[in-house]
């Protein structure tokens, strides 16, 4: 992958301000990604909203020459995969091409890694990280799993999740039960469980309880 020279003003504008959110993170990622790292906002069939790696100049020259997008069995397992956390070495690599494409990525250092994949609005995002000389542990790979999915939510605009959803969750932040915000709002339960769906898939956080603390950083809920 390279990034796009193409982009207009608007895009220019997004992946700018895509990369000073992911600023907060980047010590983090390049403490446990010591080979470099690679990230993907918004993967959709014309190309992704934003694009950045610091993989080794040389691979991502000959990624792009040898078009080895088709072969890459860590990009494949991303948009086609059951999606979340997985390392490297988990992923089945089955092609001979594939197999190829994993032993070229040892030669220039990437030999282990991590990635993440969150699936937020219309696209695929992910944040995998590479390094040489031994797998991610546990931990780092449970550290990275918080900061894709932090990161990922942060440049969620507050757009995409509605004013009702946000009410159900500040109602829930003040430890109202479901039934009790479907009587108060006049709804049935599953409506509530409805809003509720539609803001973790519109944000690509999990779980109810980090969507409450995400948009308590945002001061969307109190």
Request: charged share 25%; with cysteine; glycine share 8%.
């Amino acid at each position: 992958m390279s990034k796009s020279s193409k982009a207009g003003k608007y895009r220019a504008r997004t992946t700018s301000m895509i990369s000073a959110a992911f600023q907060a993170h980047l010590d983090d990622v390049e403490a446990i990604g010591t080979a470099g790292y690679s990230m993907v906002v918004n993967g959709r069939l014309l190309g992704p909203e934003h694009f950045e790696t610091t993989y080794p100049d040389s691979w991502q020259e000959r990624y792009e020459k040898l078009n080895w997008i088709a072969l890459d069995p860590i990009l494949n397992w991303a948009f086609r995969g059951p999606g979340g956390d997985e390392r490297w070495s988990e992923i089945v690599v089955g092609s001979i091409g594939a197999k190829r494409f994993m032993k070229a990525a040892k030669d220039v250092g990437l030999c282990y890694g991590g990635i993440f994949v969150r699936n937020i609005g219309t696209g695929t995002s992910f944040l995998s990280v590479a390094r040489s000389d031994r797998e991610l542990t546990a931990a780092e790979m449970v550290k990275m799993s918080t900061i894709a999915t932090e990161f990922f939510a942060d440049i969620t605009t507050e757009e995409r999740i509605s004013g009702k959803a946000i009410d159900v969750l500040q109602r829930l932040a003040d430890n109202q039960s479901i039934s009790e915000i479907a009587e108060a709002l006049n709804i049935s339960e599953s409506a509530v469980k409805a809003r509720l769906n539609d803001a973790r898939k519109k944000t690509g956080v999990p779980t109810t309880n980090g969507l409450i603390a995400h948009l308590r950083r945002k001061g969307l809920v109190q």
